[in-house]
């Protein structure tokens, strides 16, 4: 069965740092790009950061530029997301995604092709 599991979301005041981390089981993601979504309520899923199989391509949402930083580590099969300098806005589910493709393309949720069940993040003004 293939799973991936977040962890690391929590409660954190507005200029505050948290570490993601999503650690996958039942296959390897070496050869697929990897990344994070977030939900607010009432809002659609939007994109964050993505990273390639590689682990040296990534692109970020213009909003989480300059704070947010992704990482995997392919022999652990993990992938992390650093969240420095965190705003109110920032606020949501956040989930763990496996692209359908090695390099990092179109970055909206249909092209994914698994997900975690998502960590809540939540940041106070």
């Known amino acids: 069965q293939v799973q991936l599991v977040e962890s690391g979301g929590g409660l954190v005041q507005a200029g505050g740092s948290l570490s993601l981390s999503c650690a996958a089981s039942?296959?390897?993601?070496?050869?697929?790009?990897m990344g994070w979504f977030r939900q607010a309520p009432g809002k659609e899923r939007e994109f964050v950061a993505a990273?390639?199989?590689?682990?040296?391509?990534?692109k970020y949402a213009d909003s989480v530029k300059g704070r947010f930083t992704i990482s995997r580590d392919k022999v652990k099969n993990t992938v992390s997301l650093q969240l420095n300098t965190l705003k109110p806005e920032d606020t949501a589910v956040y989930y763990c995604?496996?692209?359908?493709?090695?390099?990092?393309?179109?970055?909206?949720?249909?092209?994914?092709?698994?997900w975690g069940q998502g960590t809540q993040v939540t940041v106070s003004s």
């Open positions: 995604a496996a692209f359908a493709n090695p390099l990092i393309g179109n970055t909206t949720p249909q092209t994914v092709a698994y």
């Open positions: 990273i390639a199989w590689n682990a040296v391509t990534t």
């Open positions: 039942g296959r390897t993601f070496n050869t697929n790009a």
